[in-house]
């Protein structure tokens, strides 16, 4: 099975630099991504990683290494909007051929002022 | 506008009571898929669909069916639904194999609003 880890939750202030780890445990997989919730809300598209290295969106980057199992996501000059909660998840399994999406339990960021 | 919608977005019910909760996308995307969302737990994959009438299960799909029939459309089914269903639910729906038409990039899942079932 796949499993992917996240810590619960990081603190930063504003203005900071703040980078929220997913180690995974999984075969293969197509692809790793990341998305944004903020409270009552549903969560958003933020990046996605098919090859290994870093993906730049704005103030947001990812990471991937496959060899590491290990993904993380970057978030630069923090500002108080960007306290929410931040998952990854992986599509598929390459040995079954399996297309489901599995997430990590979440990250929930605190940025202070 | 490029969405996923659902509906209700709120439902409270009795056990047993057999409950239909509809999703829809408008953005001709090939993958559906719904979730639910517990506290501590995550997001939990419970059914996906590749295309029409291609479903398969996720991580949680006990006490649920799905259908599709039609692209646009993913309704999830709860037979007889049960108080540890209480939960709250996501539809979502992406393009495969190739950039998303509207965003230009690759495998963004579009998710709808959520509706927060109570199974009393």
């Known amino acids: 099975g796949q499993s992917l880890e996240q810590p619960s939750e990081v603190t930063a202030v504003e203005g900071a630099i703040v980078q929220i780890n997913c180690t995974y445990q999984?075969?293969?997989?197509?692809?790793l991504s990341w998305y944004q919730q903020h409270d009552g809300g549903a969560p958003t598209f933020l990046s996605y990683?098919?090859?290994?290295g870093l993906e730049e969106t704005g103030r947001f980057s990812s990471f991937l290494s496959r060899s590491d199992s290990y993904g993380y996501l970057l978030l630069q000059e923090l500002q108080m909007k960007d306290s929410a909660s931040y998952f990854c998840?992986?599509?598929?399994?390459?040995?079954?051929?399996?297309?489901?999406?599995?997430f990590g339990t979440g990250t929930r960021l605190l940025v202070s002022p | 506008e490029a969405q996923v919608t659902q509906n209700p977005r709120y439902l409270i019910t009795v056990t047993g009571k057999k409950l239909t909760v509809t999703c829809s996308q408008n953005?001709?995307?090939?993958?559906m898929s719904w979730y639910r969302q517990d506290p501590g737990l995550g997001l939990r994959q419970i059914y996906y669909?590749?295309?029409?009438?291609?479903?398969d299960k996720g991580d949680v799909p006990e006490g649920y069916k799905v259908s599709r029939k039609e692209k646009r459309n993913f309704p999830l089914i709860l037979e007889s639904p049960s108080p540890n269903q209480t939960s709250l639910y996501f539809c979502?729906?992406?393009?495969?194999?190739?950039?998303?038409?509207?965003?230009?990039?690759?495998?963004?899942?579009?998710f709808g609003p959520g509706t927060r079932l109570t199974v009393l």
């Open positions: 998840a992986v599509r598929g399994d390459l040995n079954t051929g399996f297309q489901k999406l599995v």
């Open positions: 999984t075969s293969g997989f197509y692809g």
């Open positions: 990683n098919a090859l290994d």
């Open positions: 953005m001709n995307h090939e993958y």
């Open positions: 669909s590749m295309n029409v009438e291609v479903t």
């Open positions: 979502a729906s992406f393009r495969t194999g190739v950039k998303d038409r509207i965003s230009g990039r690759w495998n963004e899942q579009f």
